[in-house]
């Protein structure tokens, strides 16, 4: 069974830090390509990044790059995202999403992360 986890999520100050990971399982990690994405209160969801399968192709959404970080370990089945200078208006759920061979697409639960003061 495809299983995708994602935890990390909280409450920070505008400026902070928060890193989110995405555990996965029941299909072949290492060959999947793996991405994060978000949704506001009211908008659709939106593209944050991905990362190929060997880590050395990463793709990031205009409003997070150079502030955003993607990585994966494929020794723990984990995906993470390293989010810094935070802005309200990163405030939103954020899934893991993984398409991997065997016609798997597969989401996560979401984990919700705010920013206020």
């Known amino acids: 069974q495809v299983q995708l986890v994602e935890s990390g999520g909280g409450l920070v100050q505008p400026g902070g830090s928060l890193r989110l990971s995405c555990v996965a399982s029941?299909?072949?990690?290492?060959?999947?390509?793996m991405s994060w994405y978000r949704q506001a209160p009211g908008k659709e969801r939106e593209f944050v990044a991905s990362?190929?399968?060997?880590?050395?192709?990463?793709r990031y959404a205009d409003s997070v790059r150079g502030r955003f970080t993607i990585s994966r370990d494929n020794a723990y089945n984990t995906m993470y995202l390293q989010m810094n200078r935070l802005k309200p208006e990163d405030t939103a759920i954020y899934y893991c999403?993984?398409?991997?061979?065997?016609?798997?697409?597969?989401w996560g639960q979401g984990t919700q992360v705010t920013v206020s003061s």
């Open positions: 999403e993984a398409v991997a061979p065997g016609r798997i697409d597969a």
């Open positions: 029941g299909f072949t990690f290492s060959s999947s390509v």
């Open positions: 990362i190929g399968w060997s880590a050395g192709s990463t």
